[in-house]
């Protein structure tokens, strides 16, 4: 990793969705400012994870000045190694916090992630500085909440998991995982297609049939995946395995992996999905 300077003005498209221009400080001054050159790339990687469309820096680099301006102490990773960022997914939702510093677990970084930074469930801090830092910054900006985002979000909600019902034109009721049997042991109204998907515990999309693209990844159910107007015809659940019916067909093959392949996803690429089943 090495650190990149940039004049004031520059404009370098530094990977496909991500200019230099960006980084640049917002101390109202004209000066040169640094970016990490692994930075932008990894921006790259979490938008494919999560199903974003765009990425919009609040704030990059920071010269000492600004820093102190804002009320840190002249030091920081936004010295060319960090940036505080939202992502939004392909219908213009602002994706949360959570399911930003989930994907980079899930990617492996073990260097600096912020949830919920400056307060805000909609930015995420990002850097590349070489230590971990797990933080929750709704708490504090500088101590660590967790090894792991995962543990840290987990046990306040049972498993359970729901579908809205592009029929009625509301949620179902929720289905407890494992627990029920004949109609409580699956979510869904056969013959109705589902437009929406909540699953406490776990982390899931789904693949919207007109539209052809996957949803940004969701974790629990305070949000869901989904716009509740477009059927569904693809889903994916991480770390459990899960079933998909066919509006007017029959259960699928039961999946146990999440990848590009015809096996890493439930449901049939144009095929309405009207029941979701989960299984440990």
Not at 151 to 172: A, H, N, P, R
Not at 237 to 254: P, T
């Amino acid at each position: 990793m090495n650190l990149i300077q940039y004049n004031y003005e520059d404009q370098t498209q530094l990977t496909p969705h991500f200019k230099a221009s960006e980084w640049r400080c917002k101390c109202g001054r004209i000066h040169s400012f640094f970016v990490a050159d692994t930075l932008p790339f990894l921006l790259e990687k979490v938008m494919k994870q999560v199903g974003a469309s765009h990425g919009y820096i609040s704030s990059g680099y920071r010269c000492p000045y600004q820093e102190k301006r804002i009320g840190g102490s002249g030091s920081t990773t936004h010295q060319g190694y960090a940036c505080d960022i939202k992502f939004t997914d392909f219908s213009g939702k602002v994706i949360d916090s959570r399911w930003i510093v989930l994907a980079l677990e899930d990617l492996g970084h073990v260097y600096g992630i912020g949830y919920k930074c400056g307060g805000s469930s909609f930015y995420t801090h990002i850097d590349v500085k070489p230590r971990k830092w797990y933080g929750d910054e709704s708490k504090s900006m500088t101590q660590s909440c967790c090894d792991s985002f995962y543990d840290y979000f987990k046990g306040q909600k049972k498993e359970t998991y729901q579908v809205f019902d592009l029929v009625k034109m509301k949620w179902l009721n929720k289905i407890v995982v494992n627990e029920g049997k004949c109609i409580l042991a699956y979510a869904g109204n056969f013959g109705h297609a589902i437009g929406g998907l909540k699953i406490d515990g776990f982390t899931y999309r789904v693949h919207f049939l007109k539209m052809n693209v996957w949803s940004s990844w969701m974790t629990g159910s305070d949000g869901y995946a989904g716009n509740l107007k477009d059927a569904i015809d693809g889903i994916q659940v991480k770390n459990i395995h899960y079933q998909a019916h066919l509006k007017n067909g029959d259960w699928l093959h039961l999946i146990q992996k999440v990848d590009d392949t015809a096996l890493g996803y439930a449901g049939i690429y144009g095929k309405e999905i009207d029941a979701l089943k989960l299984k440990k």
